[in-house]
Structures are given as C-alpha cells and as structure tokens.
C-alpha cells in the first residue's frame, strides 16, 4: 500500500496546540439508534474516542426478574430488533437445559431454518445500509426487495414481521402451515438469485473499496482484548463460530454445509466481505434444514408444559452464534416461576468497545465508515 500525504488547510492560529472535543450525537432512533461519541481531534485526526451509551437503555435485565419463565421470551426478542428470532432462541435454550428438557426433532430443525433465515435479514440490512452511509444509495434498495421476500415467510409462520414470538420453552409455537416449505425455498431461491448484485455492485466499486480498503484496521490482539465476535472478529482472523465449535441445535448435523467465513486483513472491506459471504452460506444452511424436514415424519414441534411453570434451583448459560455475534444468557433459579436472575452478553456490548481502539489515528472522513462496518443494534448495547 502506497503511503499517502495529509495535507491541512485553513486551520486557525491556535490549532496546533489546541485539541478539539467533537460531539457525534446522540442520533434521533430512527438511525442506528441513540448513540453518542465524544472524540478529541488534532485538526482532522482522531486523538481519542470514547462510546457514550445508555440512551435506550430500558433494564431488561431486571424486567427479566419480573416476569415469568413464558413471558420473559418477549424481553429477550427485542434487544436486537434485527435478530429477533435468535434471541428468543437462547432465552428458551437455557431454560430448557434448566429444567432437562429435551425438544422434539421437528421443532430442532424448524428452529435452525428460521434462526437461518433471521441471520440473512440481519445481514441484508447492513449489506444494504453500510454502502448507503457511504453515500451509495442503489444498494439499499436492492436489499429491502430481498428482505421482502424472507419477510413475507416469516411473518406468514409467526405473525410478526419483527418481533416473531415463535419460541417456546420446549419447542416452537405451532407447526408450519401447509405448502409453507415450498414457498420458503422459492423466497431462498429468489434471493439467492440476485446476491450477486452486491459483488458487482458494491464490492467491484472503486470508490466503495476505496473508503474500506485498509480503513479500520483491527488486530487478532484487540479482538480477543475486547470480547468482540460474530462477522467482526472473523474479518480479523479469529476464526470461532459456535455453530462449528459448540454446537446447538441441528448444527452438528450441518457441518458439510456450514462454512466459517474469515479475513485476515480486519478492515472495514473484510467486514463487509465476511457479512456478504455468510449471508451466502446462511441461505445454504436454510436449504439443507428444508430437506430435513421433508424427510422427518409428522410428529409434534413442542413439548406439553405445565400450566406454572417453574425452573429448579440452580444455574446454567446458553450461548448463541446470533447474526451479529456471540449472545449469552446466564440464567440464576430459586426454583420460583420467574428467574432470580438472567444475565445478558450482547453482541453489540462488546463490538461497540473496539471504537476506543479503532478510531484514535484515523481521519474523521474515515469514522462513519468504520462506524457503521461494526454492525450494531444500539438496543443490543444498551439492552
């Protein structure tokens, strides 16, 4: 890589021995969400950079003490409005392997074709808005049609276009609807059908390469120091997936299809490069659940539970490859029908740390590209 040549223009008397304090935020919700950053500039570089978080900050944590084992499912759906699913999936893991419960084969496989079908959502979003903050419109277009198609079947098994309240402990709500199968397999098809918009379209831009090439670097070293994961982590070299590593629900059966997607140079381009080829693998992954169940005999998608129900005393934790990374809960019991305690590790918690590593160095041209290719929820740092 060539070196480059900064040059500074206009500054005032006073600026080369006078840091600036900029505010960034906090932003209206309808961004990324209520996010602050306070940042030091010498001129047009970044000295420090510190997250300011908590705007959304609603205690679900402690709502969770609150409410029961069948009503916490609701809470835990909405810290990432974009991996609804998957977080609903480990709330009901863990209370699961609290009271030994073992759920049907057809709910397991049904809930890795949905938590599937909820990563390529959560990716098409950022596939689609990350270009758009770096002033490509076309492409955001394109993903919302695909979004369309996997929404339209989402909402069609659950009712809900985001929140979809389909878990259950010990299985799933209901079975799937007649011919639903099929028309999930024609929405992959469809999907799959146009990926290669955002290789032509957004990878083979010059100017999009251009603003991440090299942008953005994060070390293996800052990885591991801040807890970061998911996409983000791999596009660094850490190559830790939990579906291949520690395997839950039917992923252990899915080895032959599942493909850890990794980068070594960690920049904002291989970010966006591992969420694009994993998007890829996740549509993959839908496909080969659906030959499962078309396989498996008809038979029930969850287990009978009684009208209280209540978790022996004791803890456990159950974590989660969520779209965006690694989601934990750790669940504490008195043996009553509400937790004593759930804790939640969140994703975008720990991503959003790696700022204070990423941003101090760089120009503040470069800080909405390198902001934006973290791919965070602010309701998953905020929780």
């Not at 900029?22 to 000295?47: F, Y």
């Not at 209901?174 to 999907?191: K, M, N």
């Not at 970061?228 to 190559?239: K, L």
């Not at 004791?314 to 989660?320: D, R, S």
């Amino acid at each position: 890589m060539t070196e480059t040549t900064r040059t500074t223009v206009g500054i005032g008397g006073a600026a080369e021995s006078t840091d600036m304090v900029l505010n960034i935020g906090p932003q209206h919700p309808s961004t990324h969400g209520v996010l602050r950053l306070r940042l030091v500039l010498d001129g047009e570089v970044i000295q420090h950079a510190e997250p300011v978080i908590g705007y959304m900050h609603r205690g679900a944590e402690k709502l969770f003490e609150a409410r029961d084992y069948r009503q916490i499912v609701m809470l835990a759906n909405r810290h990432d409005w974009l991996s609804a699913f998957s977080n609903e999936l480990g709330v009901v893991m863990a209370v699961e392997r609290m009271l030994g419960m073992e759920v049907p084969e057809r709910a397991v496989w049904t809930r890795t074709l949905l938590a599937e079908l909820n990563r390529v959502l959560n990716h098409l979003m950022f596939l689609g808005s990350y270009p758009l903050e770096l002033g490509g419109i076309t492409p955001v277009f394109y993903a919302f049609t695909e979004r369309e198609k996997l929404q339209a079947v989402m909402e069609e098994i659950s009712g809900g276009r985001m929140h979809y309240m389909f878990n259950r402990v010990g299985g799933l709500k209901e079975d799937l609807p007649a011919g639903w199968p099929g028309r999930v397999r024609q929405a992959i098809a469809d999907v799959r059908s146009r990926m290669d918009v955002y290789d032509r379209l957004v990878l083979g831009n010059e100017i999009f390469r251009g603003r991440t090439g090299g942008v953005g670097a994060l070390s293996r070293e800052a990885v591991h120091a801040y807890g970061v994961s998911g996409p983000i982590a791999r596009a660094s070299g850490v190559d830790f997936d939990l579906r291949r590593d520690e395997p839950y629900l039917a992923y252990g059966e899915l080895a032959d299809v599942l493909t850890v997607v990794t980068r070594e140079d960690g920049d904002c381009l291989a970010r966006f490069e591992c969420l694009l080829e994993q998007t890829h693998n996740a549509l993959a992954l839908a496909d080969a659940c659906l030959d499962r169940l078309a396989e498996l005999p008809p038979g029930p998608v969850n287990q009978r539970l009684p009208k209280v129900l209540k978790a022996p005393e004791g803890h456990t934790y159950a974590w989660t490859e969520n779209p965006l990374g690694v989601n934990g809960y750790y669940l504490v019991s008195k043996g009553e029908k509400t937790p004593y305690r759930l804790k939640l590790r969140s994703a975008s918690f720990n991503n959003i740390q790696a700022l204070t590593e990423l941003l101090p160095g760089t120009q503040v041209a470069d800080m909405v590209a390198i902001l934006g290719s973290l791919f965070f929820v602010v309701g998953d740092i905020d929780k």
